[in-house]
Each structure stands twice: as structure tokens, then as C-alpha cells.
């Protein structure tokens, strides 16, 4: 029995570690991972917040799968196809996936017939069916657009939403929507608004005779550009002076001021594209932050704004309705309603005290919305549904059953127990080991989670052989000392090795690897006090072994990995699914399928099938494997 591994989760210098327990996580996003945009800033955000709180965190953006990318429309089939491909190759080195809707599809139908993958959480910034229903895109829709978005877009973002294990969205409309119209269940629903760096967004600014209007984000017709146009026409006919500016519009300026009318056409500054690091620069005017959107998330431009001390008009909707409260902090206005903007930006325009006295309310609001605040809401629901198990189904008294009344070690330490106890008393104990003998395992010789140490007793029969057995539970090592006579046992943990690199020629690890939360570290640990031209021999129950089609309901279960053949196993394995986990320089020799063909009436000797089927029924593997020549480490 070998501990499981800890994560391994490195810190930034300087900073200090929360309490909870360190997990890897890996964010998916189908969008760009610019940090010019507000979901790539947030994203980038978030991850920074929880690696200070000493969380490993991998970000995978649409430019990491180039040919899903450059597929054009296509990509919206293509790129959640290709990031479960890619996930479920790399799942082993994570706790939980964090999946932006609506790109998490295919990744949850795989996980449903694989228990082994990650759980998953999807993270939406603004639900896909609600901004339909609202036609927040304020343009026309084609006949084309409402045939294929429908069973496109919307069908993945709801099954997505519908089948994850945890839901983060940004507003309490959106949780309410995911709730009511999706069906989602509201203990999966988690609300978390954004976050900002109030120190970044420090306002230098002050009171000017001739404020302006500022409007940040990409120009398109959700975010009220027609309306903000208007109400501009309209305020410069009673205040020609007036300006605006459009920041990070996405779009080249004459595109932009083509929207407007002629005559304001000079007094609208474009910036197309605008860094994180330019914005707290063009924010810390006197001006007015106007976002009338017609459906968001919530839009990181208006906290930051907030946090600028700018006084902020935006549209009663979603998650601006979450962060402004009217009159106190900043002003809100009916989606659509150009003229109550034009009579709200007059009251504004008209009193630079009240600019300074919402400026100031906002201020103190975004200041306490931190993206540390965001990390550690996320971080303990990351850590809820990392620690969620599926349900699986183990063999007990002959029966399958997913319910466990014994705890699953201590089980396992008196099963073998009694399993030494069996050995020693038997005229030749080692009597199965006789299989061995065309290996030649010989030479320095480490029996991993060596249990009582059996193995390691009868290999330092030989004189020539230096054997080395480790454990990490300590009655099994006392048992093998006082029972075999065991010189060397080690208490250890078989992820994290006290030993230094390439000592030994043979590795034993005896079912093992179906214990281990990470096998992925065992592997490398193996492949590291492996000499040059040094074996390990690895046994392990075949996951296959339960599929069985004259039984459904085991069929079914099996295919998922739900079945067990024991409370301990975290894992059972397929030859494929082991030597994914292999590291380079690390391949197998050998491979034989060993016991006898499971779910038969009589037991039939798994060497009397045909080659083909032994790895569907065969009740264990065996595989020698070899570190390559020239690899000391």
C-alpha cells in the first residue's frame, strides 16, 4: 500500500499560501486569450489570483488549436472537439477542468463513459440561450442564423450548463435563468461576480469645465452603440464642446465614426485597440463611463471605470443591476431607452459635484470586489467538485454494490495480512513468482508498495541480489520484518522516492498503480532511480475484465470505468491507458495478460483463449518495461 501522491503546486516568490489544500487546474476557453479583451483579461486575472493562493493553473486558449481555429465558422464544432481530445490526453496531470460555455460538450459525453477524467465546471459570462431570447445582438437575424445557431451554438452551451458538475456564472439574472428556464439544479449554480485591481485603476484626475463621454469595448450593437450614438447627437446640440471617446473598439476609426453623424464626427476619438496597462491612463479623466448594453456577463470595464472614480451610467440589466446601485454609486436606465441616457449624462454633465460624489461611491464599491475575492469563491468551488467522487460500484461478498461499510484501507492492510500469513505457512510460498523466472530479475531490486514484503523475502534469498522494499504502511513493514525477515523496509511514499537517481536495474510494483491518485508521478519517480537499460515489472488489474454483454446493467457500468474490484482502487487501468501515463524514455518490453477469463462459470485459463480476446476478459496485466540507454534521470 503506497501513499497517494500531493500534488506538487509551485508558489510566486513573496507570496503568501491559503489554508486549502493545492489543486491543478486547467482553464479551456474558445476565445481569444488577449488580454486587450475583457474575457481574456478576466480569465488571466483569475488564474493569477489563484496561483498566489498556491494553485497550479494552466490556461488553454482558441490560438492553442490552430486548425480549429483557422476553420473559420466551423470552429465552433471543431474547437470543443479538439479540446476534449486534447484534455482527455493530458487529464492525468489535473484535479478539475474549468471549461468556458459553450465549448464543454464533448469533453462531459466523455466523461460520462470515463469516471477517470477530471470533473468539470463551466464557467459562463453570460449565458449564451438567455442573451438569444433577449436578441441582445440587436441586428436582424437570417433564416440561416435561425436554423444553424440554435442546433450549434445553443445546443452544446445548454448541455454544457445542463451536465457539468458545477456552474459559475456572473450575474444573479443568469443564476436565476440557469435555474428556472434550463433546469439547471440550483446547488450546481454558483454566482461569482468579476473582479478588479483597485490599485491599478487609481484616479489622478480632476474636476474639468468640459467633462466627456467615454465608451469602452468592442463596437457592436449589443453593447448600445446605436443608443449611445443618439444620445451623443442629441447632448451636443445644447453642448457643442462636448467630446467622446470609444477605447478599444476593435474596429478602425473611420469604421467607428461612421456611425455618427457628420457634424460629430471630429469631436469622437477612436483608440481601436487599448492594453491593460494604456487603460488606467484613458480612464483617469473627467468624464462620464457609458455602457448602455443590452445583455452582459458582467463587463469588466464598468468596475474598472468604478474603480477609476468615474461616475458610470449603464443599462437596469444582468450583472450591471449587480454591481450599481441607482442613484448611489452610479445611475441605471432602461435597455433601449436612448432618452433617459441623454436626460441622465445632462444631469451628470451639469454638476461636477455630483460627478465627484458618485465618482467617489463607486470608487469605494469596486474596491471591494478584488480578484482575490474572486479567486477564493472559485477556489472553494474547485475544491468542492475536486473532491466529489463518482459513483462506483466495487466487489463485496460476491456482490456488486456501491455501498462501502469498511474503510478501504484498513480492509486492504488485513487482507494482506492475512494474505503473509497464507504464504508463510504454505510449502512453497513463492510458488507464483516461478513466472518470473524467464525476466531475470536480479541485481539491485525495488519492491514497491511491497505490502507484508513477501516478494522482497524471497529475491534476497539470493546473495548477489540487493533488495529494497517500500511502504507506506508501517504494521504490513513490522509483519514482513518479523514474519520474513525483510533486512530493508522503508516507510515511504511511492510518488516522492528517497532515493537518488539511477539505483537500481529492477522495479516490482505488484498492484499498485490502481491505488494512486497520481500515477502519473509514480511513473516519473520509477523512471528517475531507474538505471540506464533498467526494468520494471508492473502488474494490475484489466479494467476490461467487467464487460460483459450478457450482463446490461455490468456492461454499461464497465464501460464507464465505474466498476471496481476492490475499495481501494482509485483506478483501474487498460495497457493503452497505462502507457499513456508512461513518461519518455520509459516503454514496454512485454506485455501478458494473466488469471483466468472472468465471468465464466468455470474458470478457464486466460492462456487457453485466442490472442485477441485475452485483453477484453483476462483478469490482470503484466508488463516489463525498459528505461531507455543514455537517460540517467
Known amino acids: 500500500m503506497l501513499a497517494p501522491a500531493t500534488p506538487r503546486v509551485p508558489s510566486a516568490a513573496g507570496e503568501p499560501k491559503s489554508a486549502e489544500a493545492p489543486l491543478r487546474v486547467l482553464f479551456v476557453a474558445g476565445f481569444c486569450g488577449d488580454e486587450r479583451t475583457g474575457a481574456g483579461n478576466a480569465v488571466h486575472s483569475l488564474a493569477g489570483a489563484l496561483r498566489a493562493r498556491g494553485h497550479a493553473v494552466d490556461l488553454w486558449f482558441a490560438e492553442d488549436f490552430t486548425a480549429a481555429v483557422t476553420a473559420g465558422r466551423r470552429a465552433r464544432l471543431l474547437f470543443p472537439i479538439a479540446a476534449a481530445r486534447r484534455i482527455q490526453r493530458e487529464a492525468v496531470h489535473y484535479d478539475v477542468i474549468v471549461l468556458h460555455e459553450p465549448?464543454?460538450?464533448?469533453?462531459?459525453?466523455?466523461?460520462?463513459?470515463?469516471?477517470?477524467?477530471?470533473?468539470?465546471?463551466?464557467?459562463?459570462?453570460?449565458?449564451?440561450?438567455?442573451?438569444?431570447?433577449?436578441?441582445?445582438?440587436?441586428?436582424?437575424?437570417?433564416?440561416?442564423?435561425?436554423?444553424?445557431?440554435?442546433?450549434?451554438?445553443?445546443?452544446?452551451?445548454?448541455?454544457?450548463?445542463?451536465?457539468?458538475?458545477?456552474?459559475?456564472?456572473?450575474?444573479?439574472?443568469?443564476?436565476?435563468?440557469?435555474?428556472?428556464?434550463l433546469g439547471v439544479s440550483a446547488a450546481r449554480i454558483h454566482r461569482i461576480s468579476n473582479g478588479v485591481d483597485a490599485r491599478r485603476f487609481t484616479p489622478h484626475w480632476s474636476v474639468s469645465a468640459q467633462p466627456g463621454l467615454v465608451f469602452v469595448g468592442s463596437w457592436i450593437p449589443r453593447k448600445g452603440t446605436q443608443e449611445f450614438v443618439k444620445a451623443f447627437a442629441e447632448l451636443r446640440r445644447s453642448r457643442p464642446d462636448l467630446r467622446a471617446s470609444v477605447l478599444g473598439a476593435g474596429l478602425s476609426v473611420e469604421t467607428v465614426r461612421k456611425d455618427f453623424a457628420a457634424a460629430d464626427r471630429e469631436s469622437v476619438s477612436?483608440?481601436?485597440?487599448?492594453?491593460?496597462?494604456?487603460?488606467?491612463?484613458?480612464?483617469?479623466?473627467?468624464?462620464?463611463?457609458?455602457?448602455?448594453?443590452?445583455?452582459?456577463?458582467?463587463?469588466?470595464?464598468?468596475?474598472?471605470?468604478?474603480?477609476?472614480?468615474?461616475?458610470?451610467?449603464?443599462?437596469?440589466?444582468?450583472?450591471?443591476?449587480?454591481?450599481?446601485?441607482?442613484?448611489?454609486?452610479?445611475?441605471?436606465?432602461?435597455?433601449?431607452?436612448?432618452?433617459?441616457?441623454?436626460?441622465?449624462?445632462?444631469?451628470?454633465?451639469?454638476?461636477?459635484?455630483?460627478?465627484?460624489?458618485?465618482?467617489?461611491?463607486?470608487?469605494?464599491?469596486?474596491?471591494?470586489?478584488?480578484?482575490?475575492?474572486?479567486?477564493?469563491?472559485?477556489?472553494?468551488?474547485?475544491?468542492?467538485?475536486?473532491?466529489?467522487?463518482?459513483?462506483?460500484?466495487?466487489?463485496?461478498?460476491?456482490?456488486?454494490?456501491?455501498?462501502?461499510?469498511?474503510?478501504?484501507?484498513?480492509?486492504?492492510?488485513?487482507?494482506?495480512?492475512?494474505?503473509?500469513?497464507?504464504?508463510?505457512?504454505?510449502?512453497?510460498?513463492?510458488?507464483?513468482?516461478?513466472?518470473?523466472?524467464?525476466?531475470?530479475?536480479?541485481?539491485?531490486?525495488?519492491?514497491?508498495?511491497?505490502g507484508t514484503g513477501w516478494k522482497a523475502a524471497h529475491f534476497q534469498r539470493e546473495r548477489s541480489n540487493s533488495v529494497v522494499a517500500v511502504d507506506r504502511d508501517s504494521r504490513l513493514l513490522e509483519f514482513g520484518r518479523k514474519k520474513f525477515g525483510v533486512q530493508r523496509l522503508v516507510e515511504g511514499d511511492a510518488c516522492a522516492l528517497p532515493f537518488p537517481s539511477a539505483t537500481f536495474d529492477w522495479v516490482l510494483a505488484v498492484e499498485v498503480v490502481e491505488h494512486l491518485e497520481r500515477p502519473d508521478l509514480f511513473f516519473h519517480e520509477i523512471h528517475r532511480v531507474l538505471r540506464p537499460g533498467g526494468k520494471l515489472l508492473l502488474t494490475t488489474p484489466n479494467r476490461l475484465q467487467y464487460l460483459r454483454p450478457w450482463h446490461p446493467r455490468w456492461f454499461y457500468r464497465a464501460l464507464r470505468g465505474r466498476m471496481m474490484l476492490e475499495p481501494s482502487h482509485v483506478r483501474e487501468f487498460t495497457v493503452h491507458e497505462l502507457a499513456e501515463l508512461l513518461p519518455a524514455g520509459l516503454e514496454i518490453e512485454c506485455q501478458r495478460y494473466r488469471g483466468t477469463l472472468c465471468g465464466r462459470p468455470l474458470p478457464v485459463a486466460i492462456e487457453s483463449v485466442p490472442q485477441p480476446f485475452r485483453r477484453w476478459w483476462a483478469q490482470g496485466i503484466e508488463l516489463v518495461m525498459q528505461k531507455a540507454v543514455g537517460r540517467a534521470g
Request: with cysteine; hydrophobic share 40%; net charge negative.
Open 270 to 450: 477612436v483608440v481601436p485597440s487599448v492594453s491593460r496597462h494604456e487603460l488606467p491612463t484613458l480612464l483617469a479623466r473627467d468624464q462620464i463611463f457609458v455602457l448602455p448594453s443590452h445583455f452582459e456577463g458582467m463587463p469588466l470595464t464598468l468596475l474598472e471605470a468604478m474603480a477609476t472614480g468615474l461616475p458610470c451610467v449603464t443599462t437596469n440589466i444582468c450583472g450591471m443591476r449587480d454591481v450599481v446601485a441607482q442613484g448611489t454609486d452610479g445611475f441605471l436606465i432602461s435597455p433601449g431607452d436612448t432618452a433617459a441616457l441623454v436626460a441622465t449624462l445632462n444631469t451628470l454633465l451639469a454638476s461636477s459635484e455630483l460627478r465627484r460624489r458618485i465618482g467617489n461611491a463607486a470608487r469605494q464599491s469596486a474596491e471591494k470586489r478584488t480578484w482575490e475575492r474572486c479567486a477564493g469563491e472559485i477556489a472553494a468551488v474547485l475544491q468542492q467538485v475536486a473532491g466529489s467522487k463518482p459513483r462506483r460500484f466495487v466487489l463485496q461478498e460476491g456482490r456488486w454494490s456501491d455501498q462501502i461499510t469498511q474503510d478501504p484501507g484498513e480492509r486492504l492492510a488485513g487482507v494482506l495480512v492475512k494474505l503473509g500469513e497464507d504464504l508463510q505457512q504454505a510449502p512453497n510460498g513463492f510458488r507464483e513468482m516461478e513466472d518470473w523466472n524467464d525476466y531475470q530479475i536480479a541485481g539491485r531490486i525495488l519492491d514497491l508498495g511491497c
Open 103 to 181: 465549448s464543454a460538450m464533448p469533453y462531459l459525453l466523455a466523461r460520462k463513459w470515463n469516471a477517470a477524467l477530471p470533473p468539470c465546471v463551466v464557467m459562463s459570462h453570460g449565458v449564451e440561450q438567455h442573451s438569444w431570447d433577449l436578441h441582445a445582438e440587436r441586428t436582424p437575424r437570417s433564416l440561416k442564423a435561425r436554423l444553424f445557431h440554435p442546433l450549434t451554438e445553443l445546443a452544446q452551451a445548454n448541455y454544457s450548463l445542463r451536465h457539468a458538475d458545477a456552474v459559475v456564472c456572473l450575474s444573479n439574472d443568469d443564476a436565476e435563468y440557469l435555474e428556472q428556464r
